[in-house]
């Protein structure tokens, strides 16, 4: 079973902002499959139990937190403990400016980047050996500063991009379950 998680901030204010992206894919997944998330009250997430993949597919559960980005770890390790799923298991899709938009990268464990969701999930697992599902929101123009930028929402001319990557997004999170890491690594990596 794997536990996928898209980071983000709850409220409707952070709802479409770059900040918010792991929500978006999260909330693709489950339109895909036809569920919706529910307050699951053991971890401060929504949740919901899904199959991954052609069918039969794999068990999943899909979730974003409660909590603000920055601590995401308590919910997180809640969800992993509650479901007893190892951190190996555990996806997070996440903004990254330090990639280009439309850009898409996946890994194992290494460096949060700067990352403070990400520091605080590793914070809280004890490890940094979970999948990362890294989206890519570029750079801040000129010398906005990044923590306004995050928190703004895609320009019009981003948002056709956006759309599509969201999609793509949720297709390796399938081929992740349904193929293992290093198969999917190797389709996105190589397109």
Known sequence: MYVVVGLGNPGAQYASTRHNIGHMVIDEIARRIGTSLRAHKASRTHASSVRLGSPPGIPAIIATCDSYMNTSGGPVAALLSYFDVPPVNLIVIHDDMDLPLSTLKLKRGGGEGGHNGL??????????????????IGRPPGSQDPANFVLRPFAKAEQGDVSLLLTECADVVEDIAEHGLEAAQMRLHTK
Do not use: E, V
Not at 120 to 125: C, E, K, P, T, Y
């Open 119 to 136: 520091k605080s999930i590793s914070g809280a697992l004890g490890t940094k050996d979970y999948i990362r599902l890294r989206f890519g």
